[in-house]
């Protein structure tokens, strides 16, 4: 296993602040969240808020909020948090009835054509509003903060952080995720033992959600091998939206699970001119490049062979047990082995198999359970809406 350690100041780290070509992490009032693209002397769009000049988030640091007045920026300084104080006020005389607000839908469209800001409509909206000094302190604090979420324009740019991409994607589209929380992608890397210098094997079919997680704990430092069925270098959309330094990238390869074969004979195109003779610059960079993609082939299936990894890490559409039957014996002795699935019964089985095989040590599942709070004061509870499950885990230790 590996014993490396990196120099503290040698340590990888992103540049700071937004740079040009980043995807940047947006968060709405309404607490939505958008990926946008920062290209610089370029606009960047916001579906429903408006645009503005990239230029202006360029080099900012992450965190900042914004908003946004004439394609131009305007910062906003952190907001405090206000204690809300409790009074016997009740809700239980308020009738919202179609005369509650008389302040009509077409009024308000006018404002905002007039370029009335949103805070002085909100304003506006509450004096007329005919029950607001009904409402409770409470309330009165929710209906301002969703009346800022419905005509505010304004945004917090979020750092990409494996946490916060890993959120992003999760309420995006889960499915894309095969159901890999962020607790649950925390538990595979440590049971795997994912750190800088390691050498690890990985099989992902969860976007890329996986190997980002591995590379951004190796910090360019060791090797990674992903396993795919595609034959170009497969498409892992989170890991471009991590922003990496390419020196974090370059530890990353990738074979398709024919090249994975060791009695495979890989078909290469000729990397020599037929006569010997190049008769152009064109045709130069051409045989230089199919020489390239050769020579990375076959050092990437020497890696492989020559085997010692200290970890497999999978999540797959395919059966995981065929996966570890060709991957197994490229692993070190005591080689962590983590499967992630979003289903009990690929997992269950998957341990009764790995129980009869003498090489595969305490094949443990765990199922990953979080709860999230609402934290605020005097309003601390538990979350209403919360996912139900964040897959399911099994660990082996092969001997």
Request: proline fraction near 6%; charged fraction near 25%.
């Amino acid at each position: 296993m590996s014993t490396f350690n990196i120099p503290k100041g040698e340590q990888k780290s992103r540049d700071p602040g937004v740079q040009s070509g980043d995807q940047v992490l947006v968060r709405l009032p309404n607490g939505d969240v958008k990926s946008v693209k920062v290209e610089e002397n370029a606009n960047v769009v916001i579906a429903k808020f408006g645009a503005f000049h990239a230029n202006e988030l360029i080099g900012q640091p992450y965190g900042l909020t914004y908003e946004i007045v004439d394609k131009k920026l305007k910062y906003l300084p952190p907001r405090t948090l206000d204690e809300v104080e409790d009074t016997d006020a009740t809700n239980e005389l308020i009738n919202d009835g179609e005369f509650v607000q008389p302040l009509t839908v077409d009024e308000i469209q006018t404002l905002k054509r007039a370029g009335v800001h949103a805070s002085d409509i909100i304003k506006k909206q509450i004096e007329q509003h005919a029950n607001y000094s009904l409402k409770t302190e409470y309330s009165k604090d929710k209906y301002k903060k969703r009346k800022e979420a419905k005509y505010s324009k304004v945004f917090t740019n979020i750092e990409p952080t494996l946490f916060n991409v890993c959120e992003y994607w999760w309420l995006k589209d889960q499915t894309r995720l095969r159901d890999l929380r962020v607790d649950s992608l925390s538990q595979m890397l440590n049971m795997a033992n994912i750190r800088p210098g390691g050498r690890h094997l990985a099989v992902d079919d969860a976007s890329g959600l996986l190997v980002a997680g591995i590379l951004e704990r190796m910090g360019g430092q060791g090797k990674l091998i992903t396993i795919c069925h595609t034959d170009s270098p497969p498409a892992y959309p989170i890991v471009g939206q991590m922003n990496f330094d390419p020196s974090i990238i370059d530890v990353l390869i990738s074979l398709n699970w024919a090249t994975a074969e060791e009695d495979y004979v890989p078909i290469l195109p000729p990397s020599e001119a037929p006569d010997g003779q190049v008769k152009s610059d064109r045709q130069k960079d051409r045989l230089n490049k199919r020489k390239a993609i050769s020579d990375l082939l076959l050092n990437t299936r020497e890696e492989l062979f020559s085997g010692e990894f200290e970890s497999l890490v999978i999540s797959t559409e395919y059966d995981p047990f065929s996966i570890i039957e060709r991957l197994s014996p490229y692993l070190a002795g005591s080689a962590s082995i983590v499967i992630h699935s979003p289903y009990s019964e690929v997992v269950v089985d998957l341990q009764a198999k790995m129980r009869n095989i003498p090489q595969f040590l305490c094949p443990t599942v765990t199922e990953a359970w979080l709860r999230r709070y609402q934290v605020l004061p005097g309003r601390t509870h538990p979350m209403m809406a919360m996912s139900g499950s964040g897959g399911f885990i099994l660990q082996a230790i092969k001997m």
